[in-house]
């Protein structure tokens, strides 16, 4: 049976369900509370207050979105049906560490699929559980910031990639025009 909890961040509502193996899908923050709630809900979720491990992770997570340096490679996951390269996939974005990234490219590398860029960047895109596994810190050629299927998409990649100290696709700098 899985179950679902809202936590409240200062980006919005998070949505988060587990079963007893451990978190199963989590949802980046949205403004609209009722969205997450029905997402978690289609799922077949039920809303449950969580203990133990889960209302840690609930803290957690509002601590990371208010600007806490926190680190979720602990966290138990249950990643359901994932294939074998998905879970090599997700298993070396997790040993990233807060303010880490890699391109789609190294991350493919990192887990033993080198030259499969593409296909570990669909693999992340069906990733149930972003933050935990941290498809955000993930970045394309160049260290550019590439894609992102969250709610509010590459701007709330950019936003959490700020609040680990990493700034991607600066605006390019003002010339100095001499007279």
């Not at 978690?40 to 969580?50: D, R």
């Not at 491990?53 to 601590?63: F, S, Y």
């Not at 969250?150 to 010339?175: F, I, N, S, Y």
Request: with cysteine; charged share 20%; glycine share 12%.
């Amino acid at each position: 049976m899985q179950r679902c909890h809202l936590v409240d961040t200062s980006f919005g509502a998070v949505g988060i369900a587990w079963t007893e193996k451990g978190l199963s899908r989590l949802l980046l923050p949205q403004r609209d509370r009722d969205a997450v709630r029905r997402k978690l809900a289609a799922q077949g979720a039920a809303t449950a207050e969580p203990e133990g491990a889960m209302a840690e992770l609930c803290g957690r997570i509002a601590h990371y979105f208010a600007g806490g340096t926190v680190e979720f490679n602990d966290v138990a996951v249950d990643l359901g049906d994932a294939d074998r390269f998905r879970l090599a996939i997700y298993a070396a974005a997790r040993r990233l560490r807060f303010g880490m990234t890699a391109t789609y490219g190294e991350l493919a590398k990192m887990a033993g699929h080198e030259g499969l860029a593409r296909e570990t960047g669909a693999a992340l895109g069906r990733n149930p559980v972003p933050l935990v596994v941290p498809c955000h810190r993930i970045l394309a050629a160049g260290g550019r910031i590439g894609g992102f299927s969250a709610p509010g998409g590459a701007e709330t990649k950019k936003r959490m990639l700020a609040l680990e100290g990493v700034v991607v696709d600066p605006p390019p700098a003002q010339a100095a025009f001499a007279f």
